[in-house]
Structures are given as C-alpha cells and as structure tokens.
C-alpha cells in the first residue's frame, strides 16, 4: 500500500514525538512491504515564528491532499501573551475545522501492568475500557464572536450547534457503541443549557435507529466524578466539544499518564487526522525524555481508521503492550521499579519488537 502522510510536528515535545511515530511506520512499512511518504508542515508557534500565521495555507493545502496527517501538539509560553488570533492554538483549530474534522475518538483503555502508576486504586480502574466520542468543530471553541465589551471588562463566547453537527456526532457514537459493547452514555448538561437540551433530544430521537444500543443521559458534572470512581460501567461516551476536552484529561489518569492517550479526528470522507491528547509540555521540550507512546498509538489508529491496516495496527498496539510488560517506561509514569528510559530509546525498542514479530526473529531478545 502507497500513502501520502503529512506531518504537523507543532511545537515543543511535538517535534520529538512525531519522529518517534515515523520510526514506527518505517519498521511497519518495512516488513509489512508499504510505502509512507512523510511531508512535514509547521503549524502552532512554529509557524507563526516563520510565516506570521498559525496555520499557514500551504498546511491546509497539503493536508488536504494528503491520505492521513499526523499532528504532534501545539502551544508554549513564547506565545501565551498573543493576541487571540496569533495564539499556537489557533492553527489546531483551524486545521480540524478546514478539514471538516468533527468526530474525535479518544480511547482509553489501561495497560496491564501499568494499572498500579494510576493514582486511583487498582481494583477501580482493573478492567477499564472506554471510548469518548467528542464532537470536535462546533460549541464554544468556534463562536463568533469572542470577544471583550466594555473596556475588557465583559467578555462574550457564544456556544452555537445545529441540528445536523449533533445528529451526526452522535451518529458516530452509536455506531462506536454498536462495534463494542453496547453501551452509549450521552453527556450534557440538559438541566442548564439550550444547546444540550436539544442533544438530548436529539439522542433520544436516534435510540430507535440503534435498537442494539443501550442509552443513558448523564449530566456533565456526574460524568465527572462516576470516571474516577467507577469508570468501568462507561463503554461510549458521546459529549460536545468542551466536555469532551475535560473529561478525556480527567480520563487520562486511568491508564497512569496522559502519556499514553492517542485520539482520531476524522471527518465523513475518512481523512483523518491523529495525534496525541497530550499537550505540548514545554517544561519537558528538548529534553528527550517525552513519552512517545500516545503519538505511536495514534499512528496505529492511522493504520486502522484510514487505511483499514487492521494487523499492522495491532502490532504496534502489542509492540507497546510488550515493551511496557518487559519493565520500561518514560519518566512521566510514576512507577516504583522498571527501567527508565527517553524517547529515542521508548521508541527504537517498540520499533524494534515491530521487527522481530514479522521476521520472527528475536532481534531484541535481550530485551524481551
Ligand atoms: C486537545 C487540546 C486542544 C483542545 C487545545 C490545545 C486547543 O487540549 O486536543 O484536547 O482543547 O481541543
Ligand atoms: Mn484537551
């Protein structure tokens, strides 16, 4: 298979990561016989240092052309005093909406043995296996205009959705729910807002398309609390923009370390774009110590959602799996023993795994 990736290393220990998920998808071009061609674009900080703009048109252009891009994290404190519209941030939501990038998915699924570096207890995250769907172009990260009145004493963010960007949100994460387990928790805030009593009607008006699919509505700040408490009982989630934002951080502490989240931005045609949950993490950029597991991970939701390469895709996943299981892990994984390593080498050992499965060969043998 030929496909065209682009790459959006962004900024700060994005730049470090995205190298790691090319190394990856050369092992897996290499023995699985592909052929990725990889085409780096600035977004973020990056690019309005070089072009003025956080998301230049020759980004958009060429992630329009592309099969897949794969983006590392934007943002920094170089640019936390610009304007608004000169803001890192603006370029990652600028490329999801110039796509039509809507639906984003964002598995968290813990990593055996690693259950004990989360900080809530090990029988309350055992067995945790959530997917949230969060809505991704509309809410209030796009309403217009946002802006300061009065001097900048009063400030205005408008929270717009339409029918048709909640039906098909929501679509998805009755399909999600339909190849999983069954089971689709909708969050909102329906005793407060306009826009999450129509979601709610909305949901309640599909249930007879997806009569597999058992529904629950759960208010946003019950959500919260029942995902450290008892996120097993979550199989779906579907939520607007905002929510989703905080409860897949919230999320994160399940599997140890926001370290370990990939997620999936996909529009209808299934272009997609793949990158970390994580952000930008300045206070670690440069140093070669970031995990690049969750951008490894969103390479291999590439290999499955936009080019249907469902066995590579699993074998980065049991790559990532071995390698954790054999003891090593980034600093940002509090765990008491194992085998501390950097980037580089996090990511030439899974890398290296990917080898030796297909050439069933055990080329690092000494590790594992
Ligand atoms: C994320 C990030 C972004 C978001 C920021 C960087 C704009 O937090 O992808 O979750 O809020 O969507
Ligand atoms: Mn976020």
């Known amino acids: 298979m030929k496909k065209r990736i682009v790459l959006l290393p962004g900024d700060g220990i994005g730049k470090e990561v995205i190298n790691s998920a090319k190394d990856v998808l050369n092992a897996i071009a290499e023995e699985y016989n592909h052929t990725f061609s ?33 983006l590392g994290a934007v943002g920094g404190p170089k640019w936390d005093s610009n304007p608004s519209h000169l803001r890192p941030e603006r370029g990652l939501l600028g490329i999801r909406k110039a796509l039509d990038l809507y639906a984003n998915l964002r598995p968290i699924k813990g990593f055996k043995n690693l259950l004990h570096a989360s900080p809530l207890k090990e029988e309350v995250v055992s067995g945790s ?20 009145r009065d001097n900048g004493n009063s400030v205005v963010d408008t929270l717009v959705y339409s029918r048709q960007e909640i039906e098909r ?37 599909k249930k007879a398309q997806y009569p597999d699919v058992a529904v629950e509505h759960v208010l946003v700040d019950a959500a919260a609390m029942k ?20 409860l897949s951080d919230e999320a994160s ?25 994580h952000g930008s993490a300045p206070d670690i950029a440069g140093k070669g110590v970031a995990n690049p597991v ?46 501390l390593v950097g980037t580089a080498e996090m990511t030439k050992l899974i890398a290296d ?6 050439a069933s060969k055990c080329i690092a043998s000494c590790y594992f």
């Open 129 to 148: 296996d959530l997917l949230i769907v969060r809505e991704l172009t509309g809410g209030l990260y796009f309403g217009t205009p946002s802006e300061r």
């Open 38 to 70: 990889f085409e780096s674009h600035e977004i973020g900080g990056a690019a309005i240092d070089l072009y003025g703009t956080p998301l230049p048109e020759t980004t958009v252009d060429a992630c329009k052309q592309a099969d897949a891009v794969l």
């Open 294 to 339: 969750a951008m490894i991970l969103s390479a291999a939701l590439m290999l499955r959602y936009s080019f249907q390469l469902n066995d590579e895709a699993n074998v980065i996943e049991d790559a990532v799996q071995a390698v954790l299981d054999a003891g090593f892990h980034t600093g940002d994984i509090q765990v008491p023993e194992g085998r």
């Open 353 to 358: 795994y990917i080898k030796s499965q297909n």
């Open 227 to 246: 995902l450290i408490t008892n996120p097993t009982q979550f199989d779906v989630i579907v939520t607007e923009n905002l929510f989703g934002d905080i």
């Open 253 to 277: 502490v399940i599997t140890g370390s926001l370290g370990m989240l990939p997620s999936a931005s996909l529009n209808e045609n299934g272009v997609g774009l793949y990158e970390p949950v």
């Open 169 to 205: 949100i929501v679509d998805k994460g009755f399909q999600a729910a339909q190849q999983r387990r069954g089971h689709l928790t909708s969050v909102d805030k329906a005793n407060v807002l306009e826009s999450s009593k129509l979601w709610r009607e909305i949901v309640e008006e």
